[in-house]
């Protein structure tokens, strides 16, 4: 430790010894100094510390068994996909009006809203596997979560079985999803919209963003895509009857918006810890939860539940081993870029959700 930091506090708790100060060399060049030192002994990590510059904590390896994370699941993997396959296809079939129960043989219908919705977040889960792979991360492939309701999915998540080695790895892991996502999200809706109907009113027992239809300017890339994609004929105010594929397209965007809010474990999350640091990125990780709940409680109460679920589900990760080396200006870039495409997706808010509450929509 004293070859790399001029170490000014020193403490062992439950067997990980912690030491404060500052390095004597480069964070890349001391982390890699550690974990050449402690070998197989231990698990370094470098963080940053407030008070003394940096804080180096070893962690001792414990005994595990070997496993094999990608292949051990493989077949729940497919089972879970050909299953969320299925609950997907039903929940676009009923989207589009048609009742399985009473008319099986039309089940297809929602085919399109099904394998649109399943591209996007295999893609996005896609994008985040093969960036951890780069890294040298252990990792799962997918996990598809059906639902015999709703959306018919909640969606898909990978496990990542070892740490990310530091920042860019962190950051690199983080971003990859969401950009993979919109890959495909994008061209579903821009697609999908040419065969939407734009209607001038909501019938009064329409229901759901199908149904009912999707105000144009509900967000600013929503509303250009369905410009580019509809023309002349979609002006203010107008509704978007989505079709199937087009209603994947828009919760491809939905969700990519989600993930990328600046929140714990979250994509946006990551990539805020990432290119700002453990501290900082901590106080806007809190200042974007207290805002969605604020969102939710005076403009959408939609907002409300997935507020609640990000609330406890976006904890605090495990850092990188290396959280001192900042990432690089490209990363960086990349970031602000990435979060500009969340405002684009989310501002402004859907203008019926002010109507019905009687407050004057602040963005228009």
Known sequence: IRDVMDVRV?????GVQVFRGPLKEPADAAFKHLQESVGEAAVPFLQEDETLGAAALLVPKKGEARTKAETRFRWLNWLLLLLTL????????????????REPARIMAGLPYALGLLFILGLHEMGHYFAARHH???????????????????????QMKSPTQNRKALFDVAVAG????L???IPALLIGLKSSVIVQGVAPDAVGHMGAGTDAGSSIL????AKIAMGDSLQVGHLV??????????LGLFITALNLLPIGQLDGGHMAHAMFGSHKGTTISRIAMWTLFLLALFVWPGLFMWAVIVFFLA????????DVTPVTRGRQLLGYAMFIVLALIIAPMPHGFWSATGIRCPYL
């Open 10 to 14: 020193g403490a062992e708790r439950e």
């Open 86 to 101: 299925l609950t997907t296809t039903w929940a676009g079939a009923a989207q589009a009006g048609v009742d399985v129960l």
């Open 136 to 158: 040298g991360i252990s990792v799962t492939p997918p996990f598809f979560i059906p639902v015999p309701f709703a959306l018919g999915t909640f969606g898909a998540f990978i």
């Open 178 to 181: 969401p950009i993979a996502g």
């Open 183 to 185: 890959i495909v999200a």
């Open 222 to 225: 929503f509303a250009l895509l």
């Open 241 to 250: 009857k989505l079709s199937p594929l087009a209603f994947a397209g828009w």
């Open 315 to 322: 904890g605090r990760a495990l850092p990188p081993l290396n």
